[in-house]
């Protein structure tokens, strides 16, 4: 554990703000299918109630104030406030809310800990570390792309549009139309804000525009756009809820024909405005990968990963990380490599396993359909399993989904969408199936487990639905816990007797040999000025994934700088710290009483979740 919790010392929360923290597991925390309430706690005196109602009071009412500044946060969190609206973007906006951001912390620094009971210290600081860190982030604001190819303004309207907005009478259908509408002066702040950047010298490299575009235009194509024989998504989407209200046919009528106009006059001139200028910024944009390029750049890659990582490692030490776990991960494959008594190197091994058709369902919509009900049995046969890890379960139901074909060609390969608080709607597990041959069904079990249950379903439906903590930290968001937790669910499968097919923990292996190569390539691109055919051949020679997922994967590095280097720092220190804690308690330890412990507070920075479990240990001893 030494070696690696001295990396782990972050700048973000003082480590001596949860000194006094001691969250035993209760009782409560270890019955299957019950919440625990995060109030939970030592009976609190009358100064420290008043103490802790003023913060919770406090932090209730920013969540307020964010519900009606951000459409769209009110949305996925099951809110119709702002219903048929989208965000402002604006730089005058930006600039509103990095002073608001400055207003609260001042705010929460008023606040006397040592009033707190044990959980609402975890709550101050948790909501202190993630103001501090977007305050952190705004000196780099004209550095974070305003487009990418994978998730900007011209696949979020339909996304949202289509999976988040529910219609449960006419009203919603009125707002619908009016975000349609209202797509025209959403586009002209990014366009300002894209122009804005690139007088700044900041534009993304230069072969992600024909994606931006390519998909843009898939947006806008189908009836009522063209005479194709296919129905434009939206169209679709807004038809499928429309018959959902039973209205009169007249009235159904009138509202079809709205939506044609709205889609046809203003939808598709704003959509084409859009291409307009990423064709005119694709010319004008320079060679380069890397945000070493771009202003301050390495500045900015060093608040990145400690952004994401919640740590204070360096680029240098993440790139060391990478490559001795490259080193292991290949080990343990060659063991798995002999047991199924392939001969010839790992490299052909790799070759064997990226390209033997019996790794793949066919490419056709009986393979999608397969793959798909594959998902559905893997995740259904885990939750059987779940009652002797967990003592805590989410309420939401979990669905399986197809990534949309409109934006699949960009999309990542698999992602969890969480459910609202209110549970209105399930936690959607997405996997993309563009091309089967980049899903190998021997990684299909380590997918559903990161994606689903007991990974990000069980993190983020049991985090939204948390009982007596603000809804201000249920929305917390700390990249290294979260995707950690994922890529520890991986391999907690293993422990749970999962991956009996030596190929599926090849999988295993493969997905988590994949995390620690990005460690490596990230920091190659970004901070040792690697190109993107370098870092897309490291992938080639050192994992067995298909070409199209190399390069679909290195295109995400270079757009979302930093981020793909949590997910390992993550999932190490999760581990680590369990395997401290069973090394303390001996007998004591409890398996279910430390994932309950992980998961009851909601994501935190490392740092934090290290305090707590130690406080949890000297607890239990």
């Known amino acids: 554990m030494k070696t690696f919790k001295k990396l782990l010392l972050t700048s973000a929360v003082a480590a001596t703000s949860l000194a006094m923290i001691a969250c035993s597991p209760s009782e409560e925390a270890s019955k299957p299918s019950e919440q625990v309430s995060a109030s939970e706690s030592a009976p609190a005196s009358t100064s ?9 009071s406090t932090l209730e009412q920013f969540y307020e104030e964010d519900l009606k ?46 009033q707190l ?79 804005h950047q690139a007088d700044l010298g900041v534009y993304p490299p230069r072969w992600t525009y024909p994606q931006m575009i390519e998909a843009s235009k898939n947006v806008i194509t189908g009836v009522p756009f063209d005479d194709s024989e ?42 084409e405005k859009l291409i307009a200028e990423l064709e005119v910024q694709q010319a004008k944009a320079p060679e380069g990968d890397g945000v070493w390029r771009l202003p301050k750049g390495d500045a900015y890659y060093a608040q990145l990963l400690n952004y994401y990582t919640t740590t204070n490692l360096s680029a240098e030490e993440i790139h060391q990380l990478g490559l001795d776990n490259v080193k292991r991960i290949h080990s343990e494959m060659e063991v798995i490599k002999d ?26 919509d009986e393979g999608r359909d397969q793959y798909l009900a594959k998902s559905v049995e893997i995740i259904d046969t885990m939750r059987d399993a779940l009652p002797n890890y967990f003592g805590i379960f989410p309420k939401a139901e979990i669905n399986v989904k197809r990534v949309e074909p409109f934006r699949e060609k960009s999309a990542g390969k698999a992602f969890y969408q969480g459910p609202p608080p209110d549970g209105s709607r399930p936690g959607i597990y997405y996997v993309n199936l563009y091309r089967m041959a980049d899903m190998p069904t021997y990684q299909m079990e380590a997918l559903a487990y990161h994606e689903g249950i007991p990974g990000h379903h069980m993190q983020l439906a049991i985090t939204a639905e948390l009982e007596g903590i603000p809804e201000f930290q249920k929305t917390a968001r700390f990249t290294a816990f979260t995707e950690g937790w994922g890529l520890y669910s991986e391999y907690l499968g293993k422990e749970m007797g999962f991956y009996q097919d030596p190929y599926s923990d090849f999988g295993r292996l493969a997905m988590e040999l994949w995390r620690a190569c990005r460690l490596v390539v990230d920091s190659g691109i970004h901070a040792k000025q690697w190109s993107r055919e370098q870092a897309i051949q490291y992938l080639q020679d050192n994992t067995p994934n298909p070409e199209n ?61 290290e305090d707590k479990v130690n406080a949890w240990i000297e607890t239990v001893k």
């Open 339 to 364: 047991k199924v008594g392939f001969k010839g190197s790992l490299q052909d091994f790799f070759k064997f396993m990226r390209e033997d058709s019996q790794f793949f369902y066919p490419e056709t």
């Open 230 to 271: 296919t129905e434009n998504p939206i169209f679709a989407d807004f038809s499928k809820k429309l018959a959902s209200l039973e209205l009169t046919e007249e009235a159904s009528d009138a509202y079809l024909a709205q939506v044609t106009k709205i889609l046809k006059e203003v939808t598709a001139p704003a959509y």
């Open 48 to 56: 420290e109630k008043t103490e802790q109602e003023k913060l919770i």
């Open 117 to 195: 009971d044990d959980q609402n210290k975890i709550t101050l600081a948790i909501s202190k570390a993630g103001l501090e860190r977007s305050i952190a982030q705004y000196e780099f604001r004209d550095n974070d792309y305003v487009m990418q190819q994978f998730r900007s303004w011209h696949t979020t309207v339909p996304s949202l549009l289509i999976n988040i907005h529910r219609v449960s009478n006419e009203q919603d259908l009125k707002d619908y139309l009016s975000r349609l509408e209202k797509v025209a002066p959403l586009f002209d702040q990014t366009i300002d804000l894209m122009r």
């Open 549 to 609: 997922d190399t390069v679909k994967a290195i295109e995400r590095y270079i757009v979302y700088p930093g981020q793909a280097t949590a997910y390992l720092v993550g999932k190490i220190k999760i581990l680590e710290l369990r395997e401290y804690a069973k090394e303390q308690l001996g007998d004591k330890f409890d398996i279910k009483a430390y994932h309950d412990l992980v998961l009851k507070d909601g994501p935190m920075p490392l740092s934090m979740l």
């Open 69 to 114: 500044r951000s459409p769209l946060f009110a949305s996925y969190r099951g809110s119709k406030e702002g219903y048929g609206l989208w965000n402002d973007i604006s730089l005058a906006k930006q600039d509103e809310e990095h002073e608001l951001d400055k207003t609260r912390l001042a705010i929460l620094e008023k606040f006397d800990a040592s």
